[in-house]
């Protein structure tokens, strides 16, 4: 209770947020503009040292501002503030999330090869923007966001924050343990045992619910049992140890050998806490995300020679993945811009009775062209969730796929194997309890030199749909994440992965 108290962050002079008292800690160690910070070019001798939301105004004036001594790294676990010369108008990345999303921050979906932001090497998928050019996107939506990180400038200024690696492999430590049952006439002990594949061995996999197990309370799950009223079951199979019991006088004395390590921090932890701080009124609006298009169907009439007049983009396994194919920009003099009934943003579903959804660039294309020549064109569309009235071609949004209906979905299955810590390497956020209903269960980050990680088909941003063939799908937050901590063996995951929104 105490945890859920509000309370105000101590820096008051600079920083007015409200947050349960949980939250307290990592305010201030990540995301508080009064946290003290030392200046960027402290290695040549800059002595600054005050609040964060001040470190910006200051390297400005910095008298060693001009002065190149190497970048500055971006530090696992700490907030770090980087410089990147901007010589292009784009940085070259791509972002998810924002304060009216499950993600809450702003998070590096993608770094593009050879953009500005590769050539300088130290922005990562995964990293957490938290300003950009001193203005705070901790409080920011997805779009002001983007607004902010597509203002052009010589010199872009980061405030980052990166997560940290998993630890070392925790030293494990055996325990030896004896632990006497004694039966009671019509009351069962309640101890199901098991053999693993990895080597020989009896070890128990649950116990019955009120049982003599339970009720005496020493024995565990996973305890691996050595013997049993003196016979030796180090190598027996689970029938002959399951057989010395039952054939046990009134009492069982067990020897079981329980392997115990210290408590480490999961990466697949609950994060919806996060959301409590969110402004109240926030709270009452309808997320875009959770927002979803209506199916249309328009039908054309045409001359034989006249064109539709779009350009479209999208397909599987196109350069950002495998989306829907969507109209990017219209003729005003075709037959489609002069009907107004299509407008950029439209997904294509199909045409003439023709599928273009699972469809590369070049087959939807083709079936297009070849649909083109007839007087009457039928096209079933989903209603653009954006749209942009300027001259260049449509860009989507992150937030655009996130409005799509599932039949626009392409699900891909991932497995991974759990690193020698037991993480798989990222934290999620969502599931059926946020304060905007229930949204699916999405991957908030994924965190350097972890199974994802390596793996590198996962993305900040994607929806996991289920695990090991146990659905997410209306899951409340906690229930999601105990499912992905208790999955065992290769960790199947299905996910539906979106591109991020370029900047």
């Known amino acids: 209770l105490l945890d859920k108290l509000?309370?105000?962050?101590?820096?008051?002079?600079?920083?007015?947020?409200?947050?349960p008292r949980s939250e307290l800690d990592s305010h201030l160690a990540?995301?508080?503009?009064?946290?003290?910070?030392?200046?960027?070019?402290?290695?040549?001798?800059?002595?600054?040292?005050?609040?964060?939301?001040?470190?910006?105004?200051?390297?400005?004036?910095?008298?060693?501002?001009?002065?190149?001594?190497?970048?500055?790294?971006?530090?696992?676990?700490?907030?770090?503030?980087?410089?990147?010369?901007?010589?292009?108008?784009?940085?070259?990345?791509?972002?998810?999330?924002?304060?009216?999303?499950?993600?809450?921050?702003?998070?590096?979906?993608?770094?593009?090869?050879?953009?500005?932001?590769?050539?300088?090497?130290?922005?990562?998928?995964?990293?957490?923007?938290?300003?950009?050019?001193?203005?705070?996107?901790?409080?920011?939506?997805?779009?002001?966001?983007?607004?902010?990180?597509?203002?052009?400038?010589?010199?872009?200024?980061?405030t980052v924050y990166r997560e940290k690696a998993e630890e070392e492999r925790p030293i494990e430590k055996e325990e030896i343990l004896k632990i006497v049952l004694t039966k009671v006439k019509g009351k069962q002990l309640g101890i199901k045992l098991v053999g693993k594949r990895h080597g020989p061995g009896v070890y128990i996999l649950n116990l019955v619910p009120n049982s003599l197990a339970v009720l005496d309370g020493r024995l565990r799950p996973d305890d691996r049992v050595l013997e049993i009223n003196g016979v030796d079951v180090t190598y027996s199979s689970q029938e002959h140890a399951a057989s010395v019991i039952q054939t046990s006088p009134d009492k069982v004395q067990f020897v079981i050998s329980r392997t115990s390590r210290p408590q480490t921090p999961d990466l697949i932890r609950s994060t919806s806490e996060a959301l409590c701080s969110l402004d109240l009124d926030l709270a009452e609006v309808l997320w875009p995300m959770c927002k979803k298009c209506r199916e249309l169907n328009i039908t054309i009439n045409k001359d034989v020679q006249e064109s539709l007049g779009i350009s479209i983009a999208g397909g599987m396994a196109s350069?950002?993945?495998?989306?829907?194919?969507?109209?990017?920009?219209?003729?005003p003099q075709g037959c489609l811009g002069q009907s107004e009934q299509i407008q950029r943003g439209d997904v294509l579903l199909a045409i003439n009775q023709t599928h273009l959804l699972g469809l590369s660039h070049q087959e939807a294309v083709a079936q297009v062209k070849a649909n083109t020549g007839l007087k009457v064109v039928t096209l079933k569309i989903v209603e653009a969730p954006e749209t942009c009235m300027g001259p260049g071609n449509f860009i989507p949004s992150w937030l655009y796929w996130q409005q799509l209906p599932n039949v626009c979905q392409t699900v891909k299955t991932v497995t991974l194997l759990r690193s020698p810590t037991g993480s798989l390497g990222f934290s999620v956020v969502g599931g059926a309890d946020c304060l905007q209903g229930s949204l699916p269960v999405y991957i908030k980050s994924v965190v350097m030199e972890t199974p994802a990680y390596k793996d590198g088909r996962l993305k900040c941003g994607d929806q996991i749909l289920s695990v090991n063939n146990v659905s997410l799908e209306h899951v409340a937050h906690s229930k999601a994440v105990e499912i992905l901590k208790h999955a065992t063996g290769a960790v199947s995951l299905r996910v539906v992965s979106w591109p991020g929104t370029s900047i």
């Open 6 to 19: 509000l309370v105000v962050c101590p820096n008051v002079d600079y920083c007015e947020e409200v947050m």
């Open 30 to 158: 990540h995301r508080c503009r009064g946290a003290v910070t030392r200046c960027i070019k402290a290695s040549l001798g800059c002595r600054f040292q005050g609040p964060r939301s001040a470190l910006q105004s200051h390297l400005w004036e910095c008298s060693y501002r001009d002065q190149n001594a190497g970048k500055h790294p971006i530090v696992c676990g700490e907030v770090s503030t980087i410089e990147i010369e901007r010589d292009q108008r784009e940085l070259g990345i791509s972002i998810v999330g924002g304060c009216d999303t499950p993600l809450v921050c702003i998070v590096v979906q993608e770094v593009f090869p050879d953009s500005v932001a590769a050539k300088d090497d130290r922005l990562k998928p995964g990293d957490q923007i938290l300003e950009v050019n001193g203005e705070d996107l901790t409080q920011a939506t997805h779009y002001q966001a983007r607004k902010v990180l597509s203002q052009h400038s010589q010199m872009c200024r980061l």
């Open 319 to 331: 350069p950002r993945g495998d989306t829907p194919i969507y109209v990017t920009n219209i003729n």
